[in-house]
């Protein structure tokens, strides 16, 4: 691995461990807080522009909703933008895991980074032949 992707995936879980901490927990506001005020947001439902629109998804979502994510892929697209294509998984309590790649733009902020843009695919099988939960 080279520095830059050493970097870039240092910048991605800053903003993603405190993302991932925050759905654990069921703490929607928490969750929206990684995102810029204009963030453009696609989960399993149609997108929202904005932070109200993420902390309404993540409130949506059951508690006991549990994320683990595996870092695919990172370019620096520019000082301020760091993009990742992720593999996660989001376990329930009452069924099977749901398994989704995750496109992710990351945008610096003042002196830290946010989410700008989150786009979750789902394929019917894993293309990595990798566990999203293994990091």
Do not use: C
């Not at 993420?54 to 508690?63: C, E, M």
């Amino acid at each position: 691995m080279n520095k830059n992707t050493a970097d870039n995936e240092a910048v991605l879980r800053g903003v993603l461990d405190g993302w991932k901490a925050a759905v654990d927990k069921h703490q929607p506001d928490q969750a929206a807080a990684h995102f810029t005020d204009d963030a453009i947001f696609q989960g399993m439902h149609p997108y929202s522009v904005g932070r109200p629109g993420v902390a309404a998804y993540y409130d949506s979502q059951p508690p006991g909703l549990t994320a683990e994510y595996r870092i695919l892929e990172t370019r620096r697209l520019s000082d301020d933008l760091v993009l990742g294509y992720l593999n996660v998984g989001f376990s329930f309590t009452d069924r099977p895991t749901v398994n989704v790649y995750l496109s992710i733009l990351l945008k610096r902020i003042g002196t830290g980074w946010a989410i700008a843009l989150y786009q979750v695919s789902k394929l019917d099988q894993d293309t990595t032949g990798g566990n999203p939960g293994s990091q």
